[in-house]
């Protein structure tokens, strides 16, 4: 199941069972170098496109130049009859989908009797190189009637809107939106408009964000090889192989058990790598051809045919009393995601007021289909434009009312018991012990200089669980081989180890992790949702249990005591109650020497749907500099404060939180999807899509508050998501309050602002 | 269309190749020669996942043609280590905890090499400047400002 398909958040999902035991940590919390550093460093690191394969052929797709159009005709012959076209395929190549998901996703990669967006691929071709295969695709002759398009979330929700696609009204969309509305969400509780009525000051804005692309830097890359028995083998750069197992299974019609995934080294993903774009191509060619084909995709057709983000537009009404308690709060927010259905509002009308112990709450949302590409997840999807509209508002409610900003988030902020605006009732969390530090840090305090402002943001995203299979094996010498199944994107794998040598008590060194292809492990959910820290390390650490459980039945078959008579110590079987002192403690090198005459090979293993990923929270203060000449804006400090509930590896944690800063930073004054009068996309390259260069950054410091989750044995929370969440309000708030008008729109470029200092006359 | 006769020297090994006239150095590379710890992120320049040194010169391997490094020295990531023993940037960059998918670090330990070789005591606005060039999606830069001012201070040491 991707992220996209998470519609309702369990009642109990935060307030988990009662997983987490204090302890004192030896390897957990320390910061060793991370077991695939030197691969890394070094140019081994097998990436996407770094496979090669003998016969391999290359693979390419032709894509539409319109944002909307029906293919009149499609005529592949001449590409086929090109010596050196070894396969050529079309959409009539896929079967008839099984389930929903094989049905959008397919469509979504390519089309059949209408091109959807700019980008939407209408052929694909397999030829002995690359040169080859251009000139195929030159010669497909495709016929276009173009039609009327959509790409603005404004435009394509309103009635009379051009339609993008027959038949994907949502039943619970109320009147007086378009039949492009395919999904509605809303949720909250009390009387809002009894809540308004207590308010001394009511402030009530809309905002826009443009769509961003995650901007991983290593496109899409895929290896295929499929027989003509039906058995296939895939390699490819993903979040998550086990789910492009699934989308590829059901899309080609195959049984999952005759595909085989495996996942290269991931070269970002932050969301868009969690689906799957050209892997059923390359496997469908790869079977018309009886040869290897890969296919990479170029940076111009990561922009323009992966999985963006949603853009939006919201509105949202907070009311407040003068001493700055909240009486009422309401949201309205439009996502669009392409011209498919997703999600994503849901996450963000569930977290658009999820920071705030509120009366009297409700948030609600409509997503609304563009010929835009099918959305992908980007970092806390959906929650980034929600929050970015939430505490805007916040911030304007502390300038009109002259309330510290902290103060008034302090005087709201949930706390463990409050009963969210999206249904669960927290378990301990750390928002007050977040804001109270931000409070007490030098950079709240520190005087500011002329022409430089600060803002203030909450951040929060739910983080996630899910489906997990770890096994860890005893080796004979006493080292120990981690067998895992999620992509390692930012340095799980040491988190893994460090996990399986904390409870075994061994030496990290003595551990070593790898990621399992799909045959050689159980299901493993997407690298995705904050989820691998929490869950795998959660089945990692159970794994290890399950391993300490057995080596001490070993030892004490071997000293002929209960086994229950016997406890786990250092890396060692003691034995233990009345037993204690009367043998030798057994280290862990003896038992797995032994295992061979004690009952075999020892391995723990763990599998889970985990639950009880407890809920993240963080807050952002940023200062900043505007020139009004330019309208550029200058970031000067940044400062990022989160709860990680333990941060296994510091330092990996740091490198999270201060990457969702940098691309919340972005997302806030540069990046945005620009689309022509035609609907095409006009900025598919890093020239014109700018993402933060180095010397765009300030330094961005970093406070890991440790509040544990009571739902992981060492109170893990996910980190990777919710540093995205604050930056874009927290860099509005500050320019709003340095050019002394309220920003509504990103990215705030310096065309942007520039029009806004003209504006104010 | 023939293929021209190359001559070159790659990490300080000879080698011949036959590259077609369009051919990219970054395809001769990774294609011709398997050498993939050179990256391609954009093919158009902007990214530097393809940083290599050409008679020392940093370049984007994107925009150069394999026909044009006959008779020149290129050196990549694969020789930037001293067979086992790791260059000081590679070894301050895993310290740091400088990367997180790891998809850049070989252009920025490229690039790097070459600031250090130019500027061995850069400032912290000379390095990010200088890897102005070089994307990084997953950190920020903040570690990676900090591994290079640590390699620096221990080269200039050394």
Same mark, same amino acid.
């Given at each position: 199941?991707?992220?996209?398909?998470?519609?309702?958040?369990?009642?109990?999902?935060?307030?988990?069972?009662?997983?987490?035991?204090?302890?004192?940590?030896?390897?957990?919390?320390?910061?060793?170098?991370?077991?695939?550093?030197?691969?890394?460093?070094?140019?081994?690191?097998?990436?996407?496109?770094?496979?090669?394969?003998?016969?391999?052929?290359?693979?390419?797709?032709?894509?539409?130049?319109h944002a909307h159009a029906r293919?009149?005709?499609?005529?592949?012959?001449?590409?086929?009859?090109?010596?050196?076209?070894?396969?050529?395929?079309?959409?009539?190549?896929?079967?008839?989908?099984?389930?929903?998901?094989?049905?959008?996703?397919?469509h979504?990669?390519?089309?059949?009797d209408q091109v959807l967006y700019?980008?939407?691929?209408?052929?694909?071709?397999?030829?002995?190189?690359?040169?080859?295969?251009?000139?195929?695709?030159?010669?497909?002759?495709?016929?276009?009637e173009v039609l009327p398009h959509v790409v603005d979330v404004d435009e394509a929700v309103k009635p009379g809107a051009v339609i993008v696609r027959e038949g994907q009204r949502n039943k619970?969309v109320?009147d007086g939106y378009s039949d492009n509305c395919s999904g509605?969400?809303?949720?909250?509780?009390?009387?809002?408009?009894?809540?308004?009525?207590?308010?001394?000051?009511?402030?009530?804005?809309?905002?826009?964000?443009?769509?961003?692309?995650?901007?991983?830097?290593?496109?899409?890359?895929?290896?295929?090889?499929?027989?003509?028995?039906?058995?296939?083998?895939?390699?490819?750069?993903?979040?998550?192989?086990?789910?492009?197992?699934?989308?590829?299974?059901?899309?080609?019609?195959?049984?999952?058990?005759?595909?085989?995934?495996?996942?290269?080294?991931?070269?970002?993903?932050?969301?868009?790598?969690?689906?799957?774009?050209?892997?059923?191509?390359?496997?469908?060619?790869?079977?018309?051809?009886?040869?290897?084909?890969?296919?990479?995709?170029? @940076? &111009?057709?990561?922009?323009? =045919?992966? !999985? /963006? +983000?949603?853009?939006?537009?919201?509105? %949202?009404?907070?009311?407040?009393?003068?001493?700055?308690?909240?009486?009422?709060?309401?949201?309205?927010?439009r996502?669009e995601g392409g011209a498919w259905d997703?999600?994503?509002?849901?996450?963000?009308?569930?977290?658009?007021?999820?920071?705030?112990?509120?009366?009297?709450?409700?948030?609600?949302?409509v997503n609304v289909l563009t010929n835009r590409?099918?959305?992908?997840?980007?970092?806390?999807?959906?929650?980034?434009?929600?929050?970015?509209?939430?505490?805007?508002?916040?911030?304007?409610?502390?300038?009109?009312?002259?309330?510290?900003?902290?103060?008034?988030?302090?005087?709201?902020?949930? @706390? &463990?018991?409050?009963?969210? =605006?999206? !249904? /669960? +009732?927290?378990?301990?969390?750390?928002? %007050?012990?977040?804001?109270?530090?931000?409070?007490?840090?030098?950079?709240?305090?520190?005087?500011?200089?002329?022409?430089?402002?600060?803002?203030?943001?909450?951040?929060?995203?739910?983080?996630?669980?899910?489906?997990?299979?770890?096994?860890?094996?005893?080796?004979?010498?006493?080292?120990?081989?981690?067998?895992?199944?999620?992509?390692?994107?930012?340095?799980?794998?040491?988190?893994?180890?460090?996990?399986?040598?904390?409870?075994?008590?061994?030496?990290?060194?003595?551990?070593?992790?790898?990621?399992?292809?799909?045959?050689?492990?159980?299901?493993?959910?997407?690298?995705?949702?904050? @989820?691998?820290?929490?869950?795998?390390?959660?089945?990692?650490?159970?794994?290890?249990?399950?391993?300490?459980?057995?080596?001490?039945?070993?030892?004490?078959?071997?000293?002929?005591?209960?086994?229950?008579?016997?406890?786990?110590?250092?890396?060692?079987?003691?034995?233990?109650?009345?037993?204690?002192?009367?043998?030798?403690?057994?280290?862990?090198?003896?038992?797995?020497?032994?295992?061979?005459?004690?009952?075999?090979?020892?391995?723990?293993?763990?599998?889970?749907?985990?639950?009880?990923?407890?809920?993240?929270?963080?807050?952002?203060?940023?200062?900043?500099?505007?020139?009004?000449?330019?309208?550029?804006?200058?970031?000067?400090?940044?400062?990022?404060?989160?709860?990680?509930?333990?941060?296994?590896?510091?330092?990996?944690?740091?490198?999270?939180?201060?990457?969702?800063?940098?691309?919340?930073?972005?997302?806030?004054?540069?990046?945005?999807?620009?689309?022509?009068?035609?609907g095409?996309?006009?900025?598919?390259?890093?020239?014109?899509?700018?993402?933060?260069?180095?010397?765009?950054?300030?330094?961005?410091?970093?406070?890991?508050?440790?509040?544990?989750?009571?739902?992981?044995?060492?109170?893990?929370?996910?980190?990777?998501?919710?540093?995205?969440?604050?930056?874009?309000?927290?860099?509005?708030?500050?320019?709003?309050?340095?050019?002394?008008?309220?920003?509504?729109?990103?990215?705030?470029?310096?065309?942007?602002?520039?029009?806004?200092?003209?504006?104010?006359? | 269309?023939?293929?021209?006769?190359?001559?070159?020297?790659?990490?300080?090994?000879?080698?011949?190749?036959?590259?077609?006239?369009?051919?990219?150095?970054?395809?001769?590379?990774?294609?011709?020669?398997?050498?993939?710890?050179?990256?391609?992120?954009?093919?158009?320049?902007?990214?530097?996942?393809?940083?290599?040194?050409?008679?020392?010169?940093?370049?984007?391997?994107?925009?150069?043609?394999?026909?044009?490094?006959?008779?020149?020295?290129?050196?990549?990531?694969?020789?930037?280590?001293?067979?086992?023993?790791?260059?000081?940037?590679?070894?301050?960059?895993?310290?740091?905890?400088?990367?997180?998918?790891?998809?850049?670090?070989?252009?920025?330990?490229?690039?790097?090499?070459?600031?250090?070789?130019?500027?061995?005591?850069?400032?912290?606005?000379?390095?990010?400047?200088?890897?102005?060039?070089?994307?990084?999606?997953?950190?920020?830069?903040?570690?990676?400002?900090?591994?290079?001012?640590?390699?620096?201070?221990?080269?200039?040491?050394?």
């Amino acid at each position: 199941m991707s992220l996209d398909n998470v519609p309702e958040h369990d009642e109990d999902a935060a307030a988990p069972a009662g997983e987490y035991r204090p302890r004192d940590f030896k390897v957990v919390g320390t910061r060793p170098l991370r077991p695939d550093g030197i691969d890394k460093v070094t140019g081994k690191a097998m990436y996407g496109a770094d496979f090669y394969a003998p016969g391999m052929l290359v693979g390419k797709m032709l894509r539409s130049p319109h944002a909307h159009a029906r293919i009149v005709r499609l005529d592949t012959s001449k590409a086929t009859a090109l010596p050196g076209v070894k396969a050529v395929m079309t959409a009539a190549d896929f079967p008839a989908p099984r389930n929903i998901e094989a049905k959008d996703v397919g469509h979504h990669i390519m089309a059949h009797d209408q091109v959807l967006y700019d980008g939407h691929a209408v052929a694909a071709v397999a030829a002995t190189s690359e040169a080859v295969a251009k000139q195929a695709l030159k010669l497909i002759d495709v016929e276009y009637e173009v039609l009327p398009h959509v790409v603005d979330v404004d435009e394509a929700v309103k009635p009379g809107a051009v339609i993008v696609r027959e038949g994907q009204r949502n039943k619970k969309v109320p009147d007086g939106y378009s039949d492009n509305c395919s999904g509605w969400y809303e949720c909250g509780h009390g009387d809002v408009e009894a809540g308004f009525a207590k308010a001394d000051l009511i402030v009530e804005r809309s905002f826009k964000t443009a769509s961003t692309h995650q901007g991983y830097i290593e496109p899409h890359a895929c290896l295929a090889s499929m027989g003509p028995d039906g058995r296939a083998d895939l390699w490819c750069c993903t979040q998550g192989h086990y789910g492009v197992r699934r989308m590829c299974a059901g899309i080609l019609g195959m049984e999952q058990s005759q595909l085989r995934v495996t996942a290269s080294e991931i070269g970002g993903g932050f969301g868009g790598k969690t689906t799957v774009f050209i892997e059923p191509v390359a496997l469908k060619l790869s079977e018309k051809a009886g040869r290897p084909v890969k296919i990479v995709m170029s @940076r &111009e057709e990561v922009f323009r =045919a992966t !999985g /963006p +983000t949603t853009s939006s537009s919201t509105d %949202v009404k907070i009311g407040m009393t003068r001493d700055g308690k909240i009486t009422a709060a309401t949201a309205m927010c439009r996502y669009e995601g392409g011209a498919w259905d997703n999600w994503t509002v849901n996450m963000g009308v569930q977290s658009a007021f999820a920071s705030y112990d509120l009366e009297a709450v409700k948030s609600q949302g409509v997503n609304v289909l563009t010929n835009r590409p099918k959305q992908a997840a980007y970092r806390a999807p959906g929650t980034p434009q929600a929050t970015y509209a939430v505490e805007s508002v916040m911030d304007e409610l502390c300038q009109k009312l002259e309330l510290d900003p902290i103060d008034t988030r302090l005087k709201n902020a949930a @706390r &463990e018991g409050t009963k969210a =605006a999206y !249904g /669960p +009732t927290y378990a301990k969390i750390g928002l %007050v012990e977040l804001l109270e530090a931000a409070k007490a840090h030098p950079h709240y305090s520190a005087p500011l200089e002329p022409g430089v402002s600060r803002g203030v943001s909450n951040g929060f995203w739910f983080n996630f669980g899910g489906e997990t299979c770890v096994s860890l094996a005893l080796n004979f010498d006493g080292t120990i081989t981690l067998i895992e199944g999620n992509p390692d994107i930012g340095g799980s794998r040491a988190a893994m180890t460090m996990m399986a040598a904390e409870e075994l008590g061994v030496a990290y060194e003595k551990v070593r992790t790898l990621v399992a292809d799909t045959a050689s492990l159980g299901h493993n959910e997407t690298t995705h949702g904050s @989820r691998v820290t929490f869950a795998v390390g959660l089945a990692t650490i159970k794994a290890a249990r399950a391993a300490k459980a057995e080596m001490c039945r070993r030892a004490a078959k071997f000293w002929g005591i209960d086994p229950d008579a016997v406890e786990w110590v250092d890396g060692c079987a003691r034995a233990t109650g009345h037993n204690a002192g009367d043998f030798e403690p057994m280290p862990i090198e003896k038992i797995a020497k032994d295992s061979p005459s004690t009952g075999g090979p020892i391995v723990g293993h763990h599998e889970v749907t985990a639950e009880g990923a407890g809920v993240s929270f963080g807050v952002h203060l940023v200062d900043l500099k505007v020139d009004p000449e330019t309208g550029f804006t200058e970031v000067v400090r940044y400062t990022v404060f989160q709860d990680a509930g333990k941060a296994i590896h510091p330092s990996y944690v740091e490198g999270q939180l201060q990457g969702g800063a940098a691309q919340g930073i972005g997302w806030a004054l540069n990046e945005g999807y620009i689309y022509g009068a035609d609907g095409c996309l006009q900025n598919p390259g890093f020239l014109d899509y700018r993402v933060p260069v180095a010397s765009d950054l300030p330094r961005i410091d970093t406070v890991i508050l440790e509040i544990p989750n009571p739902g992981h044995p060492y109170g893990v929370r996910g980190v990777g998501e919710t540093g995205i969440v604050p930056p874009l309000a927290a860099i509005t708030n500050a320019v709003s309050r340095n050019i002394g008008v309220r920003m509504n729109a990103l990215p705030m470029s310096p065309p942007a602002i520039r029009a806004a200092i003209k504006s104010k006359g | 269309m023939s293929k021209i006769h190359v001559t070159t020297t790659i990490n300080g090994d000879e080698t011949e190749l036959l590259v077609r006239p369009d051919e990219t150095l970054l395809e001769a590379l990774r294609d011709d020669l398997r050498l993939t710890g050179t990256k391609e992120g954009c093919g158009t320049g902007d990214c530097g996942a393809c940083s290599v040194t050409l008679d020392g010169r940093l370049v984007c391997a994107c925009l150069v043609l394999g026909a044009e490094v006959d008779g020149k020295d290129v050196e990549t990531i694969e020789g930037i280590a001293d067979g086992e023993n790791l260059h000081v940037i590679q070894t301050k960059i895993l310290e740091h905890a400088a990367l997180q998918c790891g998809v850049c670090t070989p252009g920025i330990i490229v690039a790097t090499k070459a600031l250090l070789e130019k500027n061995p005591d850069p400032s912290e606005t000379e390095i990010r400047y200088w890897l102005a060039g070089n994307l990084c999606r997953c950190t920020g830069y903040d570690k990676i400002i900090n591994a290079v001012m640590d390699a620096a201070a221990e080269m200039r040491g050394a």
